[in-house]
């Protein structure tokens, strides 16, 4: 990768987005499994629920301002490096976003306040709502950014205006109902429970096995354990779902994911291991298992998945439809006024027009796309292939540790149901050594997601070369380096504040004896 402002945007994006989605997870799923505790503390009445909603409640409150700090500066970014991403798709990114912040941020950070602060103010009942709402607020924050990122994936329910150079909405419950954008939220959502689920049950593991708090740890293991399970199973399911989308919405990424140069006959098989070759175009010492790949991406024995040769044959027309749309727009817009438009211009373009970002993507290499060379457009159409190798492996660590949340929370959920949680510390150590693994498998699955979806900042619309501000090579390297300090700096102390809450334990808690006057408020004393 060339050291161009446009690597170096992607770079600083990539770094800010993946250090931010070290705190999403683990925030989205402990605000449910706080729920879900104190839910059985208000049914049962047994005060250590109360105390294990506190406690991982703490831990909680930690991880979530980490997250806040460190997911403004991404919003910034749009507006800093990607300024003309900002005004081709603005009218339709700009709305999930500021949705996301209306509906979703301000109702999780007001009753975060609620949380913490109304233990001995509200209600059991009502400091129960106020929990429910925290985690409500947590999905739905993740649902209205998962809309804006899915429609970049597969941007339906808007059209190029060719008058003002920019996209625009036309069908806004398309953007909202994209299925793209359901499926990754589902499958985000779930990943996110695991990562919470496989932390509590990890943290609880090194409680048994340094006999502390062991009341506490085996509930908090038994929630994460069944918890966990069910999670597990949602992300395989939702997993498949998203497959299966990515081969209506995305074949080129479900190729390089597979490295499947050449289209196979039906059903293709699924390459358990190898080793890509983007240069030579193909995969070394592959270990192919028959039939599989047909069934999960494409759910029939008799529907082809296009290779990657085939798919850049598909892109070089592609790009020549959009050379003829881009001569049509460039007459559109001299011709002044929408009367004054040639008719063949405009039935040219409304022929071609979905097509004019694949002429984008040869301005990397001439400024005019009609004076592009067979050699120029044969180069942008190899353009389209992503990185292999890294969606390879990274698809692969994403399925194998999945494999294994499975395997692990379905081992202490039949201990848990046993009543045997604290008899085998061998598993205890596997717990607790398994703690990092969900965000390795999170951080993996990102790269497929983002890394999949290149050269296109918006699939087929816009390239990501064309996106990004007129800035120096020298103050984004700048940026970066600050960027990176500041991150790193956070999360050393986000990791020093967790272990320090972990080894000091949770508090001795006592239910307060008031008498409630009313559903939601104790009187004051």
């Not at 005004?87 to 949380?115: K, N, Q, R, S, W």
């Not at 990754?184 to 429970?193: I, L, P």
Request: proline fraction near 5%; aromatic fraction near 12%.
């Amino acid at each position: 990768m060339e050291l161009d402002i446009v690597a170096l945007s992607r770079l600083q994006f990539a770094l800010t987005a993946l250090y931010h989605f070290l705190f999403v997870p683990l925030t989205i799923g402990l605000a449910v499994i706080l729920a879900i505790m104190e839910t059985v503390y208000v049914m049962t009445g047994r005060v250590v629920w109360r105390q294990m909603t506190k406690f991982w409640g703490g831990l909680f409150g930690i991880n979530f301002v980490l997250g806040v700090a460190t997911g403004l500066v991404m919003e910034f970014q749009f507006g800093m490096n990607w300024s003309y991403y900002s005004h081709y798709v603005g009218d339709i990114f700009g709305a999930p976003l500021a949705l996301e912040g209306l509906m979703a941020f301000f109702l999780e950070a007001t009753f975060v306040g609620l949380f913490f602060f109304g233990w001995d103010k509200l209600s059991k009942v009502g400091h129960l709502i106020a929990t429910w709402a925290v985690a409500a607020g947590s999905n739905f924050s993740a649902l209205w950014i998962l809309i804006a990122n899915g429609w970049m994936q597969n941007p339906v329910g808007a059209s190029f205006n060719p008058q003002t150079m920019r996209m625009e909405v036309n069908d806004f419950y398309a953007v909202l109902f994209n299925p793209v954008a359901q499926a990754k939220f589902v499958h985000t959502v779930s990943a996110a429970y695991v990562v919470a689920a496989i932390f509590v049950l990890g943290v609880s593991a090194w409680y048994l096995l340094k006999s502390r708090h062991v009341e506490l740890a085996k509930r908090s293991m038994t929630v994460a354990a069944s918890f966990g399970l069910a999670a597990s199973l949602s992300v395989v399911v939702l997993g498949d779902e998203s497959g299966y989308l990515s081969t209506e919405h995305q074949k080129m990424k479900l190729a390089s994911i597979e490295a499947m140069w050449r289209t196979e006959p039906a059903p293709a098989a699924f390459t358990l291991i190898g080793f890509p070759d983007q240069a030579a175009r193909e995969t070394h010492y592959a270990i192919h298992i028959p039939w599989v790949m047909g069934l999960i991406g494409t759910r029939s024995l008799t529907t082809e998945i296009p290779g990657i040769i085939d798919l850049v044959d598909r892109a070089k027309v592609r790009i020549r439809q959009g050379i003829t749309a881009y001569d049509a727009l460039q007459k559109i817009r001299a011709a002044g006024s929408s009367a004054a438009v040639p008719a063949d211009a405009k039935a040219a373009f409304e022929a071609n027009g979905a097509q004019l970002g694949y002429a984008l993507l040869l301005k990397r290499y001439v400024d005019d796309p009609r004076q592009a060379t067979e050699a120029q457009i044969e180069k942008a159409a190899w353009d389209t292939v992503p990185a292999v190798a890294p969606l390879f492996w990274s698809f692969r660590i994403m399925v194998g540790l999945g494999m294994f949340f499975i395997l692990l929370t379905a081992t202490f959920f039949f201990l848990s149901a046993r009543r045997m949680l604290d008899r085998y510390p061998l598993l205890l150590r596997v717990a607790v050594c398994a703690i990092p693994l969900p965000w390795i498998a999170a951080e993996a699955g990102w790269i497929v997601a983002e890394l999949g979806r290149q050269p296109w900042v918006i699939e087929g619309v816009l390239p990501t070369a064309a996106a990004v501000s007129s800035l120096g090579v020298g103050q984004v390297l700048f940026t970066i380096v600050c960027f990176a300090l500041l991150y790193t700096v956070l999360a050393v102390i986000e990791m020093g504040l967790m272990i320090r809450a972990i080894r000091q334990g949770p508090e001795p808690d006592e239910e307060p004896q008031a008498t409630l006057l009313s559903p939601l408020v104790v009187p004051a004393e």
